[in-house]
């Protein structure tokens, strides 16, 4: 079991770079795939970032490539998902997952082991 606590959001200005984080607890975080989703108002949740359990591979949804960077730090057992260039469109709860003891984190929601609470990120001038 693998509990997850997300922080770093809030209301942000177009072509924002805020950084969100996501602090698990356990002693086993390096043998979990980490990742984030989001959903916004009136849609379903979607994949946005994963990472592997030893950093080593990354993949992103097409929407977020070349603006999103995810990362973690086993040492601190945290995962972070750096965001530039913010839009609008961007705007939605962002929840952090996590994938089975060494398995990759899927990219579909209803296949996801454990959930955080979620952030909420605005993005608004």
């Known amino acids: 079991q693998v509990q997850l606590v997300e922080s770093g959001g809030g209301l942000v200005q177009p072509g924002g770079s805020p950084r969100l984080s996501c602090a698990a607890s356990g002693r086993t975080f390096s043998s979990y795939g980490m990742g984030w989703f989001r959903q916004a108002p009136g849609k379903e949740r979607e994949f946005v970032a994963r990472?592997?359990?030893?950093?080593?591979?990354?993949y992103y949804a097409d929407s977020v490539k070349g603006r999103f960077t995810i990362s973690r730090d086993n040492a601190k057992n945290t995962v972070y998902l750096q965001m530039n260039s913010l839009k609008p469109e961007d705007t939605a709860v962002y929840y952090c997952?996590?994938?089975?003891?060494?398995?990759?984190?899927?990219?579909?929601?209803?296949?996801?082991?454990?959930w955080g609470q979620g952030t909420q990120v605005t993005v608004s001038s």
């Open positions: 997952a996590a994938s089975r003891s060494f398995l990759v984190l899927s990219t579909r929601a209803e296949d996801v082991a454990y």
């Open positions: 990472i592997s359990w030893s950093g080593g591979a990354t």
